[in-house]
């Protein structure tokens, strides 16, 4: 069966017409790629490789190009942002490219008042805890994405066979920081919020959950053949508070890209409780932190789904012995599952020694190629 045909499988006509013509799924350019392969519950050549916050500060390449440069400014320059995200695909040899790209970007295209301070991470000038907040914020214009549109294209025409992965985040992590007006341990102010204005928290959810969807809705036309949905603080939720207010929003965002027939990851830290309600949020592919084996997580949704994960970061930093039993464990967790996209069960720590991650992807084909042979 040839790789056009295989991918034609993939996607239906009403969704290949909903692509520009020379996009990768398209022409077909990725459909042989591991990555697509795994992220699609087939096996591919060998177990792909990629890792969340793979381009930026372990390398001292992003670190070149991002001097003097704050991080928004770098996010929305579509040169710089391509050659960040490319960065290390070229060191590492990793089977995908995330698009560098922040959060916060989406509020800031379309007008909210918000910057990433160093050391502390994105804050807000004014926090968002009214329904007369809420509806005073604007609405992301389609021109304003058209700097993502654009590295996206610059990236993909770079990147060859390689897929490019978009992300966004999800419509909770949004609203979480728009609430408290910056980083939170415990996100208190949002999950007050719930429960004291439930028609307040509706209102911003679905403000979040429409900005999230244009934002991954750009990246797919302009080049992206996966998707990611980052949840980075669902883990601070019980289940029973995800499903009644968080998973109707994140919903909201997957269905808006489903058309596209792209895969979609799913991928939230802590979230152990809530694998089952993130999936029926309308994913294809579940992420999974370090907390949890993946047998387990397949234990837990069911059998049938792709999982991606889950290497402990902190293992970057042991030596490479401790690494390697380390990673063998997650390699044979995840044969329980119908196709495992190898990752990191929480982003690069900035002190990783590069070439640790060089070695990981090296190893992991290397020994994931002679299984699949």
Same mark, same amino acid.
Request: contains cysteine; hydrophobic residues 45%.
């Given at each position: ?18 692509? +520009?013509?020379?996009? =990768?799924?398209?022409? %077909?350019? #990725?459909?042989?790629?591991?990555? /697509?392969? &795994? $992220?699609?519950?087939? @096996? ?73 301070? +160093?050391?502390?991470? =994105?804050?807000?000038? %004014?926090? #968002?805890?009214?329904?007369?907040? /809420?509806? &005073? $914020?604007?609405?992301? @214009? ?91 603080? &669902? ?139």
């Amino acid at each position: 069966m040839t790789a056009s045909s295989r991918q034609r499988e993939l996607l239906t006509a009403e969704q290949l017409s909903a692509l +520009p013509s020379d996009h =990768p799924l398209h022409t %077909t350019a #990725v459909a042989d790629s591991p990555m /697509i392969a &795994a $992220l699609t519950g087939r @096996t591919g050549a060998h177990a792909p490789v990629w890792f969340m916050r793979q381009a930026g500060r372990s390398l001292p390449e992003y670190k070149k190009v991002r001097e003097g440069v704050p991080m928004l400014d770098a996010c929305l320059n579509p040169a710089l942002a391509a050659e960040i995200t490319l960065q290390p695909v070229r060191r590492h040899g990793v089977d995908a490219a995330i698009f560098f790209s922040d959060i916060v970007i989406p509020m800031k295209l379309a007008g909210v008042d918000v910057d990433i301070v +160093p050391g502390r991470g =994105p804050v807000l000038g %004014t926090p #968002v805890r009214t329904l007369e907040d /809420i509806q &005073a $914020l604007p609405e992301l @214009t389609d021109e304003a994405l058209d700097p993502i549109r654009e590295a996206v294209a610059l990236t993909v025409k770079e990147l060859g066979d390689t897929p490019l992965i978009g992300f966004a985040g999800a419509p909770f992590t949004v609203a979480a920081y728009m609430v408290e007006g910056g980083p939170s341990r415990d996100h208190l102010r949002p999950r007050t919020m719930m429960h004291a204005d439930p028609e307040a928290w509706d209102a911003l959810g679905q403000w979040a959950a429409r900005t999230s969807a244009q934002f991954l809705a750009a990246q797919i036309e302009a080049g992206a053949s996966a998707v990611q949905l980052f949840d980075s603080w &669902a883990g601070s939720l019980s289940e029973a508070d995800y499903r009644r207010f968080v998973q109707p929003h994140s919903a909201t965002t997957l269905a808006h890209v489903a058309h596209y027939g792209v895969p979609r990851i799913h991928f939230g830290t802590g979230t152990a409780e809530l694998l089952p309600a993130m999936l029926d949020a309308g994913a294809d592919v579940i992420g999974v932190d370090y907390r949890l084996p993946l047998h387990t997580a397949n234990e837990r949704i069911g059998s049938g789904v792709p999982l991606q994960g889950n290497i402990d970061p902190a293992l970057l930093a042991a030596g490479w012995d401790a690494l390697k039993e380390h990673t063998d464990s997650v390699l044979e967790s995840g044969k329980t599952a119908p196709s495992h996209i190898v990752n990191l069960g929480h982003g690069v720590p900035p002190t990783t020694d590069p070439t640790v991650l060089t070695r990981l992807v090296e190893y992991i084909h290397e020994v994931t190629a002679v299984e699949v042979r």
